[in-house]
């Protein structure tokens, strides 16, 4: 494979028309190539009439490339398929979608994914999405602010479930997020008071305070399924 010179191959994105482009998605073992008519590809995505430059592509046997890392090739193909009747029901994370839809400057897409992010708990892939978002804490902090109800909501779901275990996995995420104070307290107490539990539930209740020390609770009898 060689690589040509490219100095005279971008005066103008308007001299490469329909040409061929060739954009390599995603990093090592996911990696998918996708073949783009370039006129098709800076309608789409803006961001590509800029990208598509001697500093950033290549020509590769005649063929013009493009690398493009940081986006899963799952997400790029909604980006690339994206048609007015957009839907967020597709087997990747919204949350990647709309932070690369901000990248490339997709206004429409970003607009759709982040409204039902805002308000829709499930859209949310938790605890990771969170995870996600503390850093990018600064850059859309409205967002921040929504996964950090949703991952409450979540250990709140857990603890009325009486599945101890994922509320501790998720209070721990919320413990070590520098960005909220009020986490680092309140993951320390758990007020059951309200919940009602079977003994059952009393084990996996035991190896979460054997995990955390530090944990203290505000339990009844009547949560344990004393009369």
Not at 5 to 21: A, D, H, R
Not at 34 to 61: C, D, G, Q, T
Not at 72 to 89: A, G, M, Q, R
């Amino acid at each position: 494979m060689s690589n040509e010179p490219t100095e005279n191959l971008f005066e103008s994105s308007e001299n490469l028309g329909s040409e061929i482009v060739i954009i390599k998605v995603g990093e090592e073992p996911n990696i998918k190539e996708f073949e783009v008519p370039f006129n098709i590809l800076s309608e789409k995505l803006p961001y590509f009439e800029v990208a598509l430059s001697p500093r950033w592509a290549r020509r590769e046997n005649g063929n013009l490339v493009f690398n493009k890392p940081n986006i899963s090739p799952l997400v790029f193909e909604v980006l690339i398929n994206y048609t007015e009747t957009f839907s967020d029901k597709n087997d990747v994370s919204l949350l990647e979608i709309f932070i690369a839809a901000d990248e490339m400057g997709v206004l429409e897409i970003r607009q759709q994914v982040e409204r039902r992010l805002l308000v829709v708990g499930s859209a949310w892939n938790l605890p990771k999405d969170f995870i996600t978002m503390c850093k990018y804490n600064d850059a859309f902090p409205k967002l921040y602010v929504s996964a950090l109800k949703f991952m409450r909501n979540k250990v709140r779901e857990y603890l009325t479930q009486g599945k101890f275990l994922k509320a501790l996995e998720f209070e721990e995420i919320l413990e070590n997020n520098h960005h909220s104070s009020n986490d680092q307290t309140s993951a320390l107490s758990w007020d059951l008071s309200g919940y009602k539990y079977e003994l059952k539930n009393l084990n996996e209740l035991s190896i979460v305070l054997n995990r955390d020390t530090l944990l203290t609770l505000n339990l009844a009898f009547k949560n344990l399924g004393f009369e």
